[in-house]
Antibody
Framework: EVQLLESGGGLVQPGGSLRLSCAAS????????MSWVRQAPGKGLERVSL???????YYADSVKGRLTISRDNSKNTLYLQMNSLRAEDTAVYYC???????????????WGQGTLVTVSS | DIVMTQSPDSLAVSLGERATINCKSS????????????LAWYQQKPGQPPKLLIY???TRESGVPDRFSGSGSGTDFTLTISSLQAEDVAVYYC??????????FGQGTTVEIK
């Protein structure tokens, strides 16, 4: 059974940093692209970052230069380092798995339950 | 970046009736080399993460009821719920995965019971 478990969310002041983790199980983690998708309270979905199986990374313009996605295949874990946080980064952050093995351009077929990040003074 | 626009923003449908949601992309998401549309539909119920319903514009994910269907090509797509059930009340999102930066979502369409 595929499981994705996010952690690391919480309250942080504007300008602060946070590191999110996503522990994956139930599939060969290294063979799938992974993404972070966020959802501000009462709003829609925004895919903020993607990392391919070769560790190529992609970012939405809204987070470029502030958020860094990475993966540790030996630990089956996905990360999101969040720096210079702003109020508008407040959201639930979901970890999501790509559907097709080895593919970068693929839909997201499994999602975690999400972790809430609140940026406020 | 490709912009995805859904219509309507919300709709109310009677139980057993058809619900239709449209999604338009600002540029084609059809890959000529494999003739596939890089378009997915997701369902999100309150307090839950999104769930993949449809990919390649018209392929149902395993376990998704056949009352859900996707159609369209190029820039115009439709999600149809042929006979609305109470458990289908949710927000529905289209998403293009044709290009990076990370594939963009539509703004969502809320489906309610009339």
């Amino acid at each position: 059974e595929v499981q994705l478990l996010e952690s690391g969310g919480g309250l942080v002041q504007p300008g602060g940093s946070l590191r999110l983790s996503c522990a994956a199980s139930g599939f060969t983690f290294s063979n799938y692209a992974m993404s972070w998708v966020r959802q501000a309270p009462g709003k829609g979905l925004e895919r903020v970052s993607l990392i391919s199986v070769t560790s190529s990374t992609y970012y939405a313009d809204s987070v470029k230069g502030r958020l860094t996605i990475s993966r540790d295949n030996s630990k089956n874990t996905l990360y999101l380092q969040m720096n210079s946080l702003r109020a508008e980064d407040t959201a639930v952050y979901y970890c999501a798995k790509g559907d097709e093995e080895m593919a970068t351009l693929t839909p997201l077929n499994y999602w975690g339950q999400g972790t809430l990040v609140t940026v406020s003074s | 970046d490709i912009v995805m626009t859904q219509s309507p923003d919300s709709l109310a449908v009677s139980l057993g009736e058809r619900a239709t949601i449209n999604c338009k992309s600002s540029q084609s998401v059809l890959y000529r080399s494999n003739n596939k549309n890089y378009l997915a539909w997701y369902q999100q119920k309150p307090g839950q993460p999104p769930k993949l319903l449809i990919y390649w514009a018209s392929t149902r994910e395993s376990g998704v009821p056949d009352r859900f269907s996707g159609s369209g090509s190029g820039t115009d797509f439709t999600l149809t719920i042929s006979s609305l059930q109470a458990e289908d009340v949710a927000v529905y999102y289209c998403q293009q995965y044709y290009s990076t930066p990370p594939g963009t979502f539509g703004q969502g369409t809320t489906v309610e019971i009339k």
